[in-house]
C-alpha cells in the first residue's frame, strides 16, 4: 500500500493547465523531495494532496483511502508552510492546540501532545510567547509542531526553510533529517533549492511546467538524468555540455574537432546521430598536460574559483566554456593550454532533438 | 590633482536649507488662515450659546459675555420644543443611539462577512458579484429613497427603528465590504490554509483566526460607520418615523420652530450636543484611525 498515491492528476487555474495527467506514488515512510524551478506547480501539487484546491481531474489516495474529495483535516495530513503561517495572535501553545481543540480532543490528551512536540522540537521555553516574539527559526520549529501533534502519517513542507538565512537553514535540515529517522512518517517536501532535495530525499521528482521529469533517488538523478533540463537543473556548478555528433556508427563523439571515444559509456551502444550532446559534470574532467587519443580534448584556461577545500577552473574548449573541479593546490596558469582528460563512464549523451539522455 | 588635498574640493550634494524659508512661511499662512476660517464658527457658537437672549440682541458676536451661563444648554437638552412635544433634543439623542447601536452592528457585521466570503472563499461570479456591489456605491442615494419605502413598506418596517437600520446598512455595504475584503486578501494566504488543516470551518476561520487579527480594520469600520450614521438626516427623516426621529432631524426641528422669538443661545447650544458624537469619536480615536487605514493600505 502506498502512503501517498497520486492518480492522473490534472488542475487547472481557468484556462491554464498547471499540473498536467501527473501521478506519483509515495511509499511508507518515505522522503520524497519535489524539486522544480519556481512556477512549476510543486506547491499546487502539494496544495492538492492537502486538499486545499480542488482537482479538475484525478484521484488522490491516502494511506489506501480515496480522499479526492475529502476535507484538509480528514486527510490525515500535516502542513508546514514556508511563511510559518502561526496564528498571530496565539501563544505557541495556543498555536500547537488550535486544531487538536477544534477537533474537540481532551485537555490532558491536548497537553501531552504539546509536551511531546515541544520537547521534541525543544521548543519548551517559549510555549507561552507569541510568534511575534519569536526568530524566524523558532516559528519554523513550531511551525513543524503543529503539524506534529496532529499525530499524522503524512507530513507536507511547503519550502519551510526557504525564509532562513544560510546558516539556520542548513541547521534546520539535519534537524529535520533527524526528525524522520525517528519518526519514520511519509514526508513530501517541495524545495526549490537541490542541496535540500540531496540532502534530505530519498527520492526526487524533479518537475518542470508542471510534469514530473524524473522520479528516482539522489545519486541516479544526478548521475544519470533522464533529459537535458534535469541534468542542467541539477547540480552546482551545473553539468557542462558540448553539441555535436555521433560517428564511427555511434562509438565515438565528434565536437569542437576532437574525437572522443564513447567505449565505456554505460547507456551503452548511442546509435549514429547528427546533432548529440555529451554531459560531463566538472569532476569527471581531468587537466592533463599532454594529449590522449579518443581521450581528451584540447582547452585554455581562463580563470578559476577557489572554494576552499576544492577550486573550480573555467576553460574554453573552442567557444564552449567549460568548468572542472580540481583540488585547491592544482591552481593552473592563466592563458595555459591544457588538455582536459573526460571519464566517459560518468557521462551523459543526450539526443539534441528529443533532450532525451541515450 | 596632485596638489588638491581632501579640504579644497567642494561638497557634492546640496546644503540643508534652514527650518524658515520663503515657501514654508507661504504654507503655514495659508495652513493657518484655514484653521481660523473653520474655527471661527465654532468660536462664535461656543460663546453664544453661553450668552443671554438680551446679551445676543445688544452685543457683538465676537465678544464673549462677561456672566456665562449654561441655561441654554440645559434648555436645548431637557426642554426645547422639537416640533409637537417640548422635551428637548435629549429625546433626539436617545433615538440616535439606538438607530447609530444597531446599524453600525448589523453593517459592520454583514459587511465584514461578506468581504470574508469574497477575499477568501470564491465562488463562481464571485468577482462579477464584487463588482456589482461596487457599482452600487456610485448610484445616487435620492434614486433609492422611494423603491426602498415600497421595500419597506412591504417588510411592514416602514417607519420604524428596524426601517432605518436596514436602510443604513444596504448604503454601508459596498464600501464596507471593499473595506473588509481587502483587508482580508491582504492577509497572508498560507494561515488560510493552515486554518484549513487544523480543521476550522468557514466560521471558525473567520471568527477564531481572522476576526482576532483584525482589530484595525473594525476599529475603522466602526468609526466610519458611527460618525455616518450619527451625522445622517434624509434616511431618519424618511425611514424613522416621527418617534424615532434622529438627533439631527430634532435639531433642525429646534433651529427651524417658529414658536416666539429665534432662541440664538439654544440652537448653538443643541448645534454643539449634536456633533459632539462625532467630534470625540475623532478626538479619541484619531490614532486608532490613522492606524486602521494605514494597516489597510499596507500588504501584509
Ligand atoms: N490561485 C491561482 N490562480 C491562478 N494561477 C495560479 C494560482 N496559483 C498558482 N498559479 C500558477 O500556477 C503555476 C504554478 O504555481 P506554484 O504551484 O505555486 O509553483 P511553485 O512550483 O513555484 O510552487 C504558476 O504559473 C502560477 O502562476
Ligand atoms: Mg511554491
Redesign the interface.
Known sequence: MHSVSVQSLTLKFGAAEVLKNLNLDVAEGEFIVLLGPSGCGKSTLL?CI???LELSEGQIHIKGKNVTWA???ERG???V???Y?????MTVRGNLS??LK??GMAKDEIEKRVQRASEILQIGPLLDRKPGALSGGQRQRVAIG?ALVRDVDVFLF?EPLSNLDAKLRSELRVELKRLHNRLKNTMVYVTHDQIEALTLADRIAVMRGGIIQQLAAPQEIYNRPSNLFVAGFIGSPSMNFMHGKTVDGGTAFETAGTTLSLSGYEGGAVGARDKAILGLRPEHLEMVDAPIPGKTIPAMVEIDEPMGADSLVWLKVGDVPVSVRVPVENRPEHGKSVHLKVDISKASVFDAVSEQRI | MANTTAFDQVPSGKKPTPFITWQRFVVYSVLGVCALFFLLPLYIMVITSLKSIQEIQGGNIFVPTMSPSFDAWEKAWNSACTGLYCEGIKVGFWNSVKITGPSTVVSIAVASVTGYSLANWPFKMSEFYFTVLLLGSFIPYVVMLYPLVIITRWMGIYSTLPAVVFVHTIFGLPILTLLFRNYFASLPQELFKAARVDGAGYWGIFFRVFVPMSVPIFTVAVILQITGIWNDFLFGVIYAGPTNYPMTVQLNNIVNSAMGGKAYNVDMAATILTGLVPLTIYFVSGKYFVRGIAAGAVKG
Not at chain 1, 85 to 89: M, S, T
Open positions: 496544495n492537502a486538499g486545499l476535507e484538509p483535516s495530513i500535516g502542513m508552510f514556508q511563511s503561517a502561526l496564528y498571530p495572535q488550535f486544531g477544534i477537533a503543529r511547503d
